[in-house]
């Protein structure tokens, strides 16, 4: 298997339910994909700006201020206060680490990378594009033996799935009895909402409470895109495991992946600046309030969706019925198969549309 293996990119299957919502009367509203809408940060683009004069080459390691300011950053808002700056590395955007990472963990035909049922599809790809076999399995007691590498997410995309402390614990010891590398993908984390997730942080995996006391072989992945709006910088991160840390440093110093330098000040500013953070997730959170029971009265029924940007839903019937059913309302949505095989009746629901289209869509959908 590799890249000549990879199915056509799914979304070009939603082209004739775009256009078909986009003959709505009242236009459409674009519910598919997670993009953000507000704007940058006036603090972040500053910050951008003051950095332009970029006439040296970047340091793939990271500058000084960017790898204090994640460690410090993990510290404030993560309660994982143990890490140093060689436990840290960025990145151009989380995707392109979560598709290379098998490959960059040197991983290949007879490895198994495991991820979540309900999963964003660039774990697939990327095992597959090492050559390595992919198995979607959510219980860790269903992670097999010959698993290398174990990709959870926390919280989920697209179901809004978030693992408890506890629930990590019991993952840790899993993979570290199949000697396999656990990364888990926490970009959601800031936009926790339903039950515990109301009042508490959302965990992360190398929370010390679920490490007890080893980083050995585990990663956290974290991206500015959503807390942030800097989707168009491709700003992100891992952090965790020295060892492996410094490997992929050394890999990437070789392929020449690093953030351009003015995008790696903006991302040490933005990290250390938590207010925009506060008001961005108030959008979302008032978005979530309007949409939410709009949903739930045109007859679908949310499931999991405690945190994250999305709301995971299903009428019970096949995804591309409801597909349908939305785009004559001029909604487009995501259907579940584009996040595996195991949700043919489920959609998903973004937030990221502007308050007018939210409200728009909740009202069509109420009197539906």
């Not at 992919?134 to 919280?155: H, Q, R, S, V």
């Not at 043919?344 to 990221?352: G, K, N, Q």
Request: with cysteine.
């Amino acid at each position: 298997m590799g890249v000549r293996d990879l199915a056509d990119y799914p979304w070009d299957a939603v082209v004739p339910f775009r256009e078909r919502a986009a003959a709505h009367p009242g236009g459409l509203v674009d519910l598919s994909i997670g993009s953000p809408v507000d704007p940058t940060p006036e603090v972040v683009r500053r910050a951008l700006t003051e950095a332009t004069d970029a006439h040296a080459y970047p340091q793939t390691v990271g500058t000084p201020a960017l790898r204090e300011a994640i460690v410090e950053w993990y510290a404030r808002r993560r309660g994982v206060d143990d890490l140093a700056p060689r436990n840290v590395l960025p990145t151009i955007g989380s995707k392109e680490l979560v598709a290379l990472l098998p490959t960059l963990l040197g991983l290949g035909p007879g490895d198994i990378v495991v991820h979540p049922r309900a999963a964003y599809p660039t774990y697939e790809v990327g095992a597959r594009v090492a050559g390595a076999t992919a198995m979607a399995a959510d219980d860790p007691a269903e992670w097999p033996e010959g698993a290398k590498l174990i990709w959870i997410n926390t919280p989920g995309n697209p179901d809004g799935r978030t693992w408890s402390v506890e629930e990590l614990a019991v993952a840790v010891s899993r993979a570290r009895e199949l000697g396999a590398v656990l990364a888990s993908d926490e970009c959601y984390a800031e936009l926790g909402w339903d039950g515990r997730w109301a009042d508490e942080r959302v965990p992360s995996v190398l929370d010390p409470r679920a490490t007890g006391g080893s980083r050995a072989n585990l990663l956290s992945v974290y991206s500015l895109s959503k807390q942030s709006n800097l989707a168009g910088y491709r700003a992100a991160f891992v952090a965790g495991c020295a060892r492996i840390v410094g490997d992929l440093l050394t890999a990437r110093k070789h392929l020449g992946l690093m953030p351009p330098a003015p995008v790696q000040h903006a991302m040490a500013v933005a990290l250390r600046d938590d207010a925009h953070v506060t008001e961005q997730k108030e959008r979302y959170r008032a978005r979530r309030e309007t949409l939410r029971p709009a949903i739930e009265a045109a007859g679908f029924r949310i499931d999991r969706s405690e945190a994250g940007l999305y709301l995971w839903a299903t009428e019970g019937r096949d995804a591309w019925d409801s597909m349908g059913r939305l785009a004559d309302l001029g909604i487009l949505a995501g259907p579940g198969v584009f996040y595996g095989p195991h949700f043919p009746h489920h959609v998903r629901f973004s937030l990221t549309a502007t308050d007018e289209r939210i409200a728009e869509a909740a009202r069509r959908l109420a009197s539906s």
